[in-house]
């Protein structure tokens, strides 16, 4: 029922840079933790991002210090910043509003394709 929209995938060089974006309606983006996924083919869907309303930060351990997650609150926005990019973060990227109940419900996106290559 909620329509969250990714752009800025593409296809770039090892050590380049993209930044994907993603919009969701307001509520959910106001209530609910915020974030960015990748699943490589034949891989499970984990986490590279998080950021709750609040301002909380959650990376993977592989992309610290190489990608950053921010938002824009009057524009129902959040953005993920990739520098440095490797081959291994090939993936679809999706983004995702999480609803923080035990367990959680997740919202997705349709997914946007990123392919670094050597």
């Known amino acids: 029922q909620v329509q969250l929209v990714e752009s800025g995938g593409g296809l770039v060089q090892t050590g380049g840079s993209l930044r994907l974006s993603c919009e969701a309606s307001?509520?959910?983006?106001?209530?609910?933790?915020m974030g960015w996924y990748r699943q490589a083919p034949g891989k499970q869907r984990d986490l590279v991002a998080a950021?709750?309303?609040?301002?909380?930060?959650n990376y993977a351990d592989s992309v610290k210090g190489r990608f950053t997650i921010s938002r824009d609150n009057a524009k129902n926005m959040i953005y993920l910043q990739m520098n440095s990019l490797k081959p291994e973060d090939t993936a679809v990227y999706y983004c995702?509003?999480?609803?923080?109940?035990?367990?959680?419900?997740?919202?997705w996106g349709r997914g946007t394709q990123v392919t670094v290559s050597s």
């Open positions: 950021l709750t309303s609040g301002g909380s930060t």
């Open positions: 995702n509003a999480q609803v923080p109940t035990i367990p959680p419900y997740n919202y």
């Open positions: 307001g509520s959910i983006f106001r209530r609910n933790v």
